[in-house]
Each structure stands twice: as C-alpha cells, then as structure tokens.
C-alpha cells in the first residue's frame, strides 16, 4: 500500500523506522512544531505517541519517505482497549525502567513523566463507537502539498480493510490549524470533557 508523487512516498514502516519515528514525534510535539527544548530526555514524547504503535501494531504503521529518509508518520491502534493492556503488559515496564531516577528539568517533563506512570484511560462512550485511534505527525518541510491527507487516507484504508468500525484521535485544545485539516478530512469533532477529540465512523 503505497502513495507516491515527486520524491516522496508512503509505505508501510519498518523496525528500522524505529529512531525516526522518535524523533519526528519530538520534532512536532509543540502541536506541529519542535519540542527539543521542552523535554530533559529526547526519548520521552516518542515513548508515548510513537515508538509503541511501530511496535505493537505494525500493521497499521506508514511513514512518508523523502530520499529515503523517514519525514513523516501514520500510526493507529485498531482496538484501543486491548492496546493500552498491552502496553501495561509488555512496553509501559520497560520504559518505566528505562527512565529511572530521571529527574524533570525541562517544562513539559513532569507532565510526561506522569502520563508513562499512570497512562490516560479512554472514555468508554468513546471507545463503543470509535474503537480505533490514530497518531500523524509530518516534519514541516513536508506539511503541505496534500500528503498529511494522502498518509490518514493510507490509514483509513488499513482499518477499513480489517473491519474496523470507528477512529478517534486527539488534538491540543489551541490547535485550530489541526482541528481544520480534521474537519476537512470529514472528521467529526465530539470533544468532551475538556479533550479536543475528532473521530470517524468507518463502516454505516
């Protein structure tokens, strides 16, 4: 499953994607832009939004590619309940691990640090319709010419095609240029509680 145009292209991702995807997700972890300077610990943001789904749900993992160089993701988790026990299990114990006895310096450690200790739940009113959730992040060289909405087509298609019946994902609250290119995509904003949440109905 692949998109291509000019130098760049979608496919699906590798293990050997794994670095990449942790540094593009710390590269726009500032809604869009680069969180270098708000993280001690340059691992932290792809430990919770990236890393995992590569993973856990490969299947569901694309990258846009430029030269050869990994510049962008689609991640998705097709049953967010059985993800987040899975991590519990299997990934949240390690990276616990990995990270013992880091301190916070920087503004947004403690925060982090206290999401990988006792990760979000998901609503279950959420969950009964739109059961998936996806994560798409693109560096800024490549935020424009369509491909944001080739690579969420690539994975609308993947969760379509394994009988998905709904996605979610969330959004920062002051992120109106996200919450735009959602709606345009034919998301629909159900935000609740304080979340900035967009979601999608993949089967009538």
């Known amino acids: 499953m692949t998109a291509t145009a000019a130098d760049r292209r979608i496919r699906r991702a590798t293990r050997d994607d794994t670095a990449a995807l942790s540094e ?9 832009d680069d969180a270098s300077t708000l993280y001690g610990d340059p691992r932290l943001p792809g430990y919770v939004w990236s890393v995992p789904y590569l993973k856990f749900a490969p299947d569901f993992a694309f990258v846009l590619v430029e030269d050869g160089r990994t510049i962008g993701y689609v991640l998705a988790a097709p049953d967010t309940a059985a993800f987040a026990e899975r991590l519990e299990q299997d990934w949240w114990p390690q990276v616990r691990r990995d990270i013992a006895g880091f ?5 947004r450690d403690a925060e982090i640090l206290e999401r990988i200790a006792r990760p979000e739940s998901h609503a279950d009113w959420l969950l009964a319709e739109y059961p998936a959730h996806l994560h798409i992040n693109i560096l800024p ?28 994902l969330g959004v920062a609250p002051d992120n109106e240029r996200a ?19 967009f979601a999608m109905r993949l089967t009538p």
Not at 103 to 107: C, I, Y
Not at 159 to 166: D, Q, S
Not at 179 to 197: C, E, M, N, P, Q
């Open 24 to 32: 593009i997700c710390l590269k726009t972890a500032a809604s869009g």
């Open 179 to 197: 919450k735009g290119f959602y709606r345009h995509l034919g998301f629909t904003d159900v935000s609740r509680d304080g979340h900035a949440i």
């Open 141 to 168: 060289q490549a935020q424009s010419g369509g491909w944001g909405r080739r690579m969420i087509e690539t994975e609308l298609a993947a969760l379509k095609a394994a009988g998905i019946t709904g996605v979610h």
């Open 103 to 107: 301190e916070p310096t920087r503004p």
